[in-house]
């Protein structure tokens, strides 16, 4: 049989990287897409894998990822998206609200057009897009956040329905409060401080292997298994706002 081939969006770091990792442990050749260049490649020359520079809501770089990743893929993981800003709806910057809609709707439906014929050509493809708790409710400050990963559930339920005859299976996952580098990093525009108290006082909040390995668990499971959805929360958090803190 030859080599199952997966392809990881925003594998840069975080949850991404760790599934790239994961995948990798369980035997495929992992094209790792990113648009941090450097990081991509180190990780690829890590795992024996592939990098290519790809920023998902460009058409032009991910028409690149498509080439490079040739005729047939076995999985894609629709990872690459991220939250900017905590601002009440009043105060929101605009600007921010398309960037999350770009990368975490656009960049999806990007990805995915552009790799699924490939995927269709594996005769059991496998997409795994990377949602959010968010996508399932709401809390302050989050409005725009929580809307694009809203959208993602939306794009992931409505291939699930228009692929239900072809070969390819589509999943989301759903992760609560993941301690990675980056994340509230990124929302809070570098500040440290803020992001660090996010996940103050959490026992243990999940990091990015708890979500790499629900990914790679979904993406091997027999080829007549689709796994519509997999929220995983940590155990410290009950609810969006019911986090056991010490
Ligand atoms: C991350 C979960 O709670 O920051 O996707 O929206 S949350």
């Known amino acids: 049989m030859s080599t199952r081939i997966a392809v990881v969006t925003g594998a840069s770091s975080g949850i991404?990287?760790?599934?790239?990792?994961?995948?990798?442990?369980?035997?495929?050749?992992?094209?790792?897409?990113a648009r941090r260049t450097d990081r991509v490649e180190a990780l690829a020359a890590e795992i024996?894998?592939?990098?290519?520079?790809?920023?998902?809501?460009?058409?032009?770089?991910?028409?690149?990822l498509a080439e490079?990743?040739?005729?047939?893929?076995?999985?894609?993981?629709?990872?690459?998206?991220?939250?900017?800003?905590?601002?009440?709806?009043?105060?929101?910057d605009p600007d921010d609200w398309?960037?999350?809609?770009?990368?975490?709707?656009?960049?999806?439906?990007?990805?995915?057009q552009a790799l699924l014929p490939a995927?269709?050509?594996?005769?059991?493809?496998?997409?795994?897009?990377?949602?959010?708790?968010a996508g399932r409710l709401v809390y302050e400050g989050g409005a725009g956040y929580t809307a694009a990963k809203h959208g993602t559930k939306?794009?992931?339920?409505?291939?699930?329905?228009?692929?239900?005859?072809?070969?390819?299976?589509?999943?989301?996952?759903?992760?609560?409060?993941?301690?990675?580098?980056e994340f509230s990093?990124?929302?809070?525009?570098?500040?440290?401080?803020?992001?660090?108290?996010?996940?103050?006082g959490v026992p243990d909040p999940l990091v990015a292997d708890d979500v790499a390995d629900a990914i790679t668990w979904i993406a091997t499971r027999p080829p007549h298994?689709?796994?519509?959805?997999?929220?995983?929360k940590p155990r410290a958090q009950a609810a969006q706002h019911k986090v056991h803190r010490v």
């Open 16 to 33: 991404g990287a760790a599934t790239a990792r994961h995948l990798a442990e369980a035997g495929f050749e992992v094209v790792c897409a």
């Open 48 to 64: 024996g894998g592939r990098a290519v520079a790809c920023d998902v809501t460009d058409a032009a770089q991910v028409a690149t």
């Open 68 to 92: 490079e990743v040739g005729p047939r893929l076995d999985v894609l993981v629709n990872n690459a998206g991220g939250a900017f800003g905590l601002a009440p709806v009043a105060e929101s």
């Open 98 to 112: 398309r960037r999350m809609y770009d990368v975490n709707v656009l960049g999806v439906l990007n990805v995915t």
């Open 119 to 133: 995927l269709v050509a594996s005769g059991a493809g496998v997409i795994v897009n990377v949602g959010s708790t």
């Open 154 to 181: 939306a794009v992931t339920q409505t291939l699930r329905l228009e692929l239900f005859d072809q070969p390819v299976r589509v999943s989301e996952v759903a992760p609560g409060m993941v301690h990675t580098e």
């Open 185 to 200: 990093l990124v929302r809070f525009d570098g500040d440290q401080a803020k992001a660090d108290a996010v996940y103050a």
């Open 225 to 232: 298994v689709n796994i519509d959805e997999l929220v995983i």
